[in-house]
């Protein structure tokens, strides 16, 4: 009787540990449960690809391949490149990150963010999916990060509570909340504003005080944190495409089986395409939501962008090198279509 009793436990014991390697999954198979930060909430398009992309890809490898998705940067205290720098040395696996914080680690990413280069979506589609992109993806993988493709956070747009920015000399002595990264640093700069940096949650309470007069960001971060509260204008100048880099360690990549691979580069093109579509969709009603709430909407004239884009060339003479004289020229040929035939 006792040997039978150990007997059923035995078994009892094997179904379980079969149950915990996943819903679907076939005994023997290789089964992973992996972690991956974004550096936003919840409410955001970030945090909707991010949990597509973990559910498809548990629900298409049989429960083989899970992964936990961390909102706020949570892993790394809420500091985005210690994050990154997480991601690149495998004590993460997978992250949304913009590609602004890869160049606070790596100055060369900063190409992606130069003032004015990319400036509608059909520019930022021509660079993401062409030479340019490869440029990038072959620097994520010297540091250590296999690329999954680019999802979008958006243009970034400037707000202040004085008036519209319509010219260079609007931005004299207006003290701008920016991030670290020294090609923000050096295009504020050089229009004569102060460029200020602290963290995000300081900002609200920053621009409530005057202690800064404005900010720049995505409208989506405009938006959710409610900053038409403490804003009256924001100018749509477009002038940095703030890209999305949907990053993977790339030691453990490597160690994964071809198919596993195939697998993890399908649903991540999935999910990037559904957050892009978001991103795009929700921004639209964004809008609109803001110009109800009072905030004024600015859309430069066509002149007035040129007109900011002869004055932050200083920024491409001073990163030049920093960049690449040849990677910039690829850039700017995709971003303005004169690398295509005509048809």
């Given at each position: 009787m006792l040997k039978k009793v150990f007997i059923l436990k035995v078994f009892v014991c094997c179904i379980v540990f079969i149950a915990g390697c996943g819903a679907n999954a076939t005994p023997g198979e290789d089964v992973h449960e992996w972690k991956m930060t974004i550096t936003v909430g919840q409410g955001s398009t970030w945090y909707e690809g991010a949990i597509k992309f973990a559910e498809d890809l548990e629900r298409e490898s049989g429960g083989r391949l899970s992964i936990d998705v961390y909102t706020n940067e949570q892993l790394s205290a809420g500091?985005?490149?210690?994050?990154?720098?997480?991601?690149?040395?495998?004590?993460?696996?997978?992250?949304?990150?913009?590609?602004?914080?890869?160049?606070?680690?790596?100055?060369?990413?900063?190409?992606?963010?130069?003032?004015?280069?990319?400036?509608?979506?059909?520019?930022?589609?021509?660079v993401l999916n062409g030479e340019s992109g490869e440029i990038i993806e072959d620097m994520l993988r010297e540091r250590g990060v296999e690329p999954l493709g680019f999802a979008e956070s958006g243009f970034r747009q400037i707000t202040n509570d004085t008036q519209p920015i319509r010219s260079p000399e609007d931005l004299d002595h207006l003290k701008i909340r920016i991030p670290s990264m020294g090609v923000f640093t050096n295009l504020y700069r050089t229009q004569d504003a102060d460029p200020i940096t602290m963290a995000f949650s300081e900002v609200y309470t920053a621009l409530q005080q005057g202690t800064i007069d404005g900010q720049e960001n995505p409208v989506d971060v405009t938006y959710s944190s409610g900053l038409e509260e403490v804003q009256q204008y924001m100018t749509m100048w477009n002038y940095v495409y703030d890209a999305l880099i949907l990053g993977m360690n790339k030691e453990l990549y490597d160690s994964l089986s071809e198919e596993d691979q195939a697998l993890i580069k399908r649903v991540a093109a999935e999910a990037n395409e559904y957050q892009i579509a978001l991103t795009r969709e929700k921004e639209e009603e964004q809008l609109a939501e803001l110009e109800e709430k009072g905030m004024e909407i600015y859309y430069p004239s066509e002149s007035e962008i040129e007109e900011f884009r002869t004055s932050s060339?200083?920024?491409?003479?001073?990163?030049?090198?920093?960049?690449?004289?040849?990677?910039?020229?690829t850039f700017q040929r995709e971003a303005d279509g004169s690398g295509e035939m005509d048809e």
């Open positions: 500091n985005p490149e210690a994050g990154v720098e997480q991601l690149m040395d495998g004590l993460k696996d997978f992250s949304y990150n913009s590609s602004i914080i890869y160049a606070g680690i790596d100055p060369r990413f900063g190409v992606l963010s130069a003032p004015f280069l990319i400036n509608d979506i059909n520019d930022a589609e021509r060339q200083p920024v491409y003479d001073y990163f030049e090198d920093v960049w690449g004289a040849d990677h910039l020229e």
